[in-house]
């Protein structure tokens, strides 16, 4: 943090990764306080990062925000929910200024929203002085985006949904260091185009009109203390059954709304059927995940990637292929130099 009151400005940066969830949450209990309707648990990858500068500053009339270095437009309003909380902590007004970048595409079912906003409460807590407690902030990214939440820690991670009408015990907690299972993901990119329906909006035609919804809630806390107990015990085979399972029920749900949310392309299926024909047929430790969007994401024990990486590549429809390590949790950038 650099603050300099002659110049009424406060500024701090931070990094933060994307995380893809192995059991997914998809409903919320409450939409204005955005808390998830079950739990979930993810891994964060260390390849696919947002950066962010906050600059607070008592000229500014109101909180913008510039992404990829366009030019700053006025920042969407759950921005200015998060930054209105840390603002109320640290007692201060002051608009911000926010610059921030991705080094992957947004909105294509990547977590853009996950690295920005965990990335961007936690710089803005460091600009404002306030402590960087981890699950308070936690909470805070979570009214920003659910997945946020899970953003602010590394390696892999549970959300609970809870239970309070506050949601003040809805929050992220890690569970494993990276270093403890290090896993790698090689992500299959079949579209760079924003998704049609955003998760938010995909979640309420879900619970209103999917006839599974009430089966896929129902399942929800047994998927979570199965995958719980796999990544304790680093149980690869129990952790892709699970992972599996949950994100084509996930699938299952979006596809029975009405209107369908169809986020796959025909890549998507191609690249899912490689996955599984690479475990079933050659005997890889692999397994695919696929989130509100067309991107598949395998999953690879120690030493699959590089194989997984090149059978990838060669699925008609791939149109490029990123590989990750699983990353830490958000961070602070020492200069902005580094920002
Ligand atoms: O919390 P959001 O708005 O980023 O939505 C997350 C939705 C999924 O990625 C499909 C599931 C999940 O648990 O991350």
Redesign the pocket.
Known sequence: MSADASQKVMVASAQACSNI?LV???GKRDVALNLPVSG?L?IALEALSTRTRMEFNADLTQDTLALGGAAPVAAPARVSTCLDLLRAQAGVRWRARIDSVNNFPTGAGL?S??SGYAALVLAAAAALGLPQDRRALSRIARQG???AARSIFGGFVEMTAGVRSDGEDAVARPLLEPAAWPLEVVVAITAQEAKAVG??AGMEISRRTSPFYAAWLAAGEDDLAAARAAVLARDFAALSRVSEHSCLK?HGVMLSSEPALVYWNGATVAAIQRIRALREQQGLAVFFTV??GPQVKAICGPGAAGAVAQALRAVAGVQAVTMSGLGEGARLLASEADA
């Open positions: 969830a997914k949450y998809w979930s993810s977590a929203s996950a985006s659910g997945s998760s938010g996930m989130d509100a």
